[in-house]
């Protein structure tokens, strides 16, 4: 009859093997998440109306608009995908502007 073998010699062996092999099989075991493309920031959305959103700061005529102030140096726009915090789910232009616009910090 045979036996497995249990000793502490053998553990030791197959978990370093596991140890091993483990980065090379992970990754077929493991699918990719992919970010979901995020949708344009539609001009009648009730947060864009509130904000005074347009889609560029070039036309604004708002009485808090600074001059050359948007997304693209705003604290809350997001380049690397054009989301902003005030407007979750949504892109935006980096030519785009809204009344909650913050100098983005140096």
Do not use: I
Request: charged letters at 15%; one cysteine or more.
């Amino acid at each position: 009859m045979n036996t497995p073998n249990t000793s502490r010699r053998g553990f030791l062996v197959k978990a370093a093997l596991l140890a091993v092999a483990a980065p090379f099989v992970a990754p077929a075991l493991v699918g990719r998440a992919y970010a979901q493309e995020l949708k344009p920031l539609p001009l009648d959305n009730p947060q864009a109306k509130a904000l005074a959103y347009a889609l560029d700061y070039k036309t604004v005529k708002h009485p808090s608009f600074k001059p050359d102030s948007n997304c693209a140096n705003c604290q809350f726009f997001t380049a690397s995908n054009g989301a902003c915090t005030l407007f979750p789910g949504f892109s935006v232009p980096a030519e785009a502007w809204c009344s909650a616009w913050a100098k983005k910090a140096a």
